[in-house]
């Protein structure tokens, strides 16, 4: 069975950390870009971070540079997004996505295509 689960959400004071975590079966994320979205209460759905399969190439969100890191250990077939100085506005259910054809420009950009394998989402709430 081919599934791409995210973990790692939950609640969390304004300047705290999560990591999130995306963990594939079934199939093997190595020949794949791997984007992280997320999407807030009455918002569109929005890029947030983009890793490409040679790790070379990264992407992230001008409200969330400096702040979050895209990472991704192939051998444990895992991408995660470390998330530090956590704001209320970064509230969201968070996503991850993978797709063998798209550079991480376009993955990031396109936050609703129709990529390969999407997650489920994990909701991270940030508030005191």
């Known amino acids: 069975q081919l599934q791409f689960v995210e973990s790692g959400g939950g609640l969390v004071q304004p300047g705290g950390s999560l990591r999130l975590s995306c963990a594939a079966s079934?199939?093997?994320?190595?020949?794949?870009?791997i984007g992280w979205f997320r999407q807030a209460p009455g918002k569109e759905r929005e890029g947030v971070s983009c890793?490409?399969?040679?790790?070379?190439?990264?992407y992230y969100a001008d409200s969330v540079k400096g702040r979050f890191t895209i990472s991704r250990d192939n051998a444990k077939n895992t991408v995660y997004l470390q998330m530090n100085s956590l704001k209320p506005e970064d509230t969201a259910v968070y996503y991850c996505?993978?797709?063998?054809?798209?550079?991480?420009?376009?993955?990031?950009?396109?936050?609703?295509?129709?990529?390969?394998?999407w997650g489920q989402g994990t909701q991270v709430t940030v508030s005191s």
């Open positions: 890793i490409s399969s040679t790790y070379t190439t990264t």
């Open positions: 079934g199939f093997t994320l190595d020949y794949y870009t």
């Open positions: 996505a993978a797709d063998r054809r798209r550079t991480v420009q376009f993955m990031c950009a396109h936050p609703t295509w129709r990529w390969d394998y």
